[in-house]
């Protein structure tokens, strides 16, 4: 008996609580230069472990405090994802503190690849001194309509062609993996082709999407080194009648996973943006969203509508009471999670 109890104790010390394991699927934006000014609830973070978090240029003043802030964070929660959207060009967070500017995509994509390995490494290099591990990029959405607002002319695609775009994008993720940062790539299924903007509300693309779209994902899971993708907020009747992708999932679990035979973590884009906001409620987004098979639930612009970290815990222990969530899905997520911090 005293021999079963031994071996049994392992589990029992390394068991995670139904709070933790919910926690362990949020990465959570928040106001704030340091911990102790800043709106995380430090208390739920600590006791829970929370999966992670992503940061802005409001949490940005020099390259001293954000050291400070990501080594402080990874003191109160171990294996803390600490993730920020790097892209260059438009969407370049770090420009502010490290007063280095990364060229847009469409700069990169009239670059050589020695070039292109050599902006991307000196990036990584220096997201790795300040402590971040986790990149938001590269966009792999391709430069269908010259029409697209939040692609297309903020000059965030590669290229038209998927083979090119999959061959820039591996640049970039190898040139991370170097420096120990995980990479994204998003937005599945394609959001070159829309005509609105997911982060103000419902956006369209079944008469605009088209199958090449998923070429440059189909190309990139064969290199087997591919830890994220990102979800994005754009619906296609022809895919799904009823649900945009993030919360589909005949997008995320039938094509994503069993067509495309893709087996690492689905990370939703952030579940306030204005096409899920609007027309979802937080129980309702939660519940569809872990349904359709996402593993990370990302809720970043704790500006203008903060959650608190409770409350999304909260709200999933309830749809699991109610038997709309199903236990196993919050285990299936978190074993990914976990392989993935492993590697941290």
Known sequence: MRIFLVLLLPFFLYAKSLESKISNMIIIGFKGLDLNSSTLDIRTIKRDSIGGVILFSHNLESEEQLKKLTLNLKKISKNILIAIDEEGGRVDRLKKITHIKIPSAREISKLNDKEIEKIYTNLAKKMKYLGINLNFAPVVDLNINPRNSVINKANRSYARDPLKTAHISSIFIDSFKREGIFCTLKHFPGHGSSMND?????????????????????????????????????????????????????????????????????????????????????????????????????????????????????????LIKEGDVSIDQIDEANERIDRLKKKL
């Not at 080194?225 to 919360?247: E, G």
């Not at 990370?296 to 500006?303: D, E, I, K, P, R």
């Open 198 to 318: 997911s982060h103000k509300g419902f956006t369209d693309i079944t008469k605009s999407w088209k199958e090449i779209e998923l070429l440059v994902y189909i190309k990139l899971l064969e290199s087997k080194k591919i830890d994220l993708i990102m979800s994005a907020h754009v619906y296609n009747k022809n895919l799904d009648p009823l649900y945009p992708a993030t919360l589909s999932k005949k997008i995320l679990t039938s094509l994503l996973r069993k067509n495309l035979g893709y087996d690492a973590l689905i990370v939703s884009d952030d579940l306030q943006m204005g096409a899920i906001r609007n027309n979802y409620s937080l129980k309702e987004s939660l519940k569809l969203a872990i349904n359709a098979g996402v593993d990370l639930l990302l809720f970043g612009n704790q500006v203008e509508k903060p959650i608190k970290i409770k409350k999304i815990i909260d709200t999933v222990k309830v």
